[in-house]
């Protein structure tokens, strides 16, 4: 019932900037606390950024400063820009959704629904 579809994914250079967006269905978006992470090959997925549904948001270290969630409520779509890219920002990139929360979570289980994810690659 629920479906969060991310979108933006590619290849960027060194330095460049993408703009990931994660469309959903089947939820109540107003409501829902909504997330950004990632997962390198090997490694552990990891918190990028959150917003609440009082548009709270939170930043993991990785790339604070570097990047900026949002969301459209009207078009039921959040956003994540992401600027001065590094090849190590290269990841799939995995939008997340739980419902009621008031501040958002770091960790994977605070998120009931997931998308497919979106491929983002930093070319040196």
């Known amino acids: 019932q629920v479906q969060l579809v991310e979108s933006g994914g590619g290849l960027v250079q060194t330095g460049g900037s993408l703009t990931l967006s994660c469309a959903a269905s089947?939820?109540?978006?107003?409501?829902?606390?909504l997330a950004w992470f990632r997962q390198a090959p090997g490694k552990e997925r990891e918190f990028v950024s959150g917003?609440?549904?009082?548009?709270?948001?939170r930043y993991g270290d990785s790339m604070k400063g570097r990047a900026t969630i949002s969301r459209d409520n009207a078009k039921n779509t959040v956003y994540l820009q992401m600027n001065s890219l590094k090849p190590g920002d290269t990841a799939i990139y995995y939008c997340a959704a739980g419902d009621g929360a008031l501040t958002p979570g770091q960790r994977k289980e605070s998120y009931d629904y997931w998308g497919q994810g979106t491929q983002v690659t930093v070319s040196s």
């Open positions: 089947g939820l109540a978006f107003t409501r829902a606390a």
């Open positions: 917003i609440s549904g009082i548009s709270v948001t």
